[in-house]
């Protein structure tokens, strides 16, 4: 995880001061709003939007890397139980591991996508041109 937090924390500065150079905000600070309503309202909501998704895909990476750490270092997971179902030849407990790590992955990227749609209200109704 912590291999991961740079490359979040880029993104998030990144979308952050691209956030910060926009029209929206400089409307925002000439119109008398207080800097940390701009800030919360303004900036952040849409810095941590590429932020949410990279997080929700790196969440892929994280569970892929079960395996092996837990292998590796003798942890009881579901990652050394999928191991020993592979190794063991045992294919309902190895199916039942696989589909419980899709099914954290599947949630944690409804999770993304519901807050990436509460943060952003275009996504809510989808963008009409």
Do not use: C
């Amino acid at each position: 995880m912590l291999v991961l937090f740079g490359y979040i924390a880029r993104m998030a500065r990144a979308g952050t001061v691209t956030a910060l150079e926009a029209d929206y905000t400089r409307t925002a600070v000439l119109k008398g709003l207080p800097y940390p309503t701009v800030v919360w309202r303004h900036v952040l909501r849409n810095a941590l939007l590429p932020t949410i998704a990279v997080i929700a895909t790196q969440a892929g990476y994280l569970i892929g890397g079960l395996i092996v750490v837990e292998t590796l270092f003798h942890y009881q997971g579901v990652g050394g139980l999928i191991y020993g179902a592979a190794k063991s030849h045992d294919f309902p407990m190895l199916e039942a591991g696989i589909l419980t790590v899709g099914t954290i992955y599947v949630l944690s990227s409804l999770a993304a996508d519901l807050l990436s749609v509460r943060l952003n209200p275009l996504l809510r109704f989808g963008m009409r041109t």
